[in-house]
């Protein structure tokens, strides 16, 4: 996992925990754990209810990162973005980064066909 220093403006946390990649997904990704957990469901098809904590899910890689689009009606200025990445650890320990605020920016995702080194060369 790269890391880089926290933005002013973005908050850090990071912490080993004691469960695998796997078992953390499943607690990050499942509807009914999200809301026992963080009190919050996913945004309805018409956007976000203003009438509590919602989140939609904008990029998964499984047991590896995870960013949520969110909105906290009670804090409207905050950042709409949390990304989480977790990264395996010996003793099926799972180090837990989740980066809130403007720097937690989804990466870019080049298409499978650029055409460009290595996928070039397997054609």
Known sequence: M??????PDEIV????MEASPEKLWRALTEEAFLADWLGAR???EGG????GLTYRIVEAEPYSRLSYAWH???SPDAPPLVTIELERLAGGHTRFRLTHGPSARMRAVAPANTN???LMLAA
Request: charged content about 30%; some cysteine; proline content about 26%.
């Open 13 to 16: 946390v990071e912490c080993e």
């Open 116 to 118: 460009t080194r290595p």
């Open 2 to 7: 790269t890391q880089s220093p926290p933005a």
């Open 72 to 74: 906290d009606p009670d």
């Open 42 to 44: 996913p945004a309805g």
């Open 48 to 51: 976000d209810d203003p009438q």
